[in-house]
Structure formats: C-alpha cells, structure tokens
C-alpha cells in the first residue's frame, strides 16, 4: 500500500527557512511525479512544486520559484521541500501526494503544519 508521511512543519518567523519532509512507503515511485501543495486557512488546496522519481526533473510553481526548492532522497524515500525566506502568507498546511498518469494526485499524506509567529 502506498502511503506519504509529511513532517517538519512548525512556528517560524518571517525571513526564516523549513525543510519539509515526504517519507514514501509501499510500491515503488519510478516513474511518478510526487508534488507537494498546501492549503490556507479559508483557502482552497494549491500547488507548489513537483519532483519525478525518476529524472529529478522539477517543476514550480511561479510564486515559490527562487525561494522554494523540492529535492528527492532515493535511499531515504524522501521528497523535501526546502523553504526560504518565508513570509506570514506562507502560513498553512502542507501535504504530498504522488501524480497519477493521468496527471491526477493520489494519496495524500494528513499534512504538516507551517505557522507564523507574531
């Protein structure tokens, strides 16, 4: 069974940095694109960055480009997400998911949570 795992959420303040982690598990992710989204408080889910298992080819999302980095560990089965210079509007819960062929994404992680302090 496939399953996602974030961590690495937690309170922060502006200009600070986070990594992110997606701990994969079950079948093999050759091939897939992982993606990694999240979802603010009265907002709707969006994307952020994608990663394919296979040729660590990337792809962004134009608001996070130059501040955001997603990366894979194959030996950890680990998708990160390195966030710089975070601002009070990056405040929300992040979740991974991995990309179906047909470009839908299934099985997402219960998400981790990034909060600013005052």
């Known amino acids: 069974q496939v399953q996602l795992v974030e961590s690495g959420g937690g309170l922060v303040q502006t200009g600070a940095s986070l990594r992110l982690s997606c701990t994969t598990s079950?079948?093999?992710?050759?091939?897939?694109?992982v993606g990694w989204f999240r979802q603010a408080p009265g907002k709707g889910r969006e994307f952020l960055a994608s990663?394919?298992?296979?040729?660590?080819?990337?792809y962004y999302v134009d608001f996070v480009k130059g501040r955001f980095t997603i990366t894979r560990d194959n030996k950890k089965n680990t998708v990160y997400l390195q966030m710089n210079d975070l601002k009070p509007e990056d405040t929300a819960l992040y979740s991974c998911?991995?990309?179906?062929?047909?470009?839908?994404?299934?099985?997402w992680g219960q998400g981790t949570q990034v909060t600013f302090s005052a």
């Open positions: 079950g079948r093999t992710f050759s091939g897939y694109y």
């Open positions: 998911a991995r990309r179906t062929p047909a470009g839908a994404y299934e099985y």
């Open positions: 990663i394919n298992w296979s040729d660590e080819s990337t």
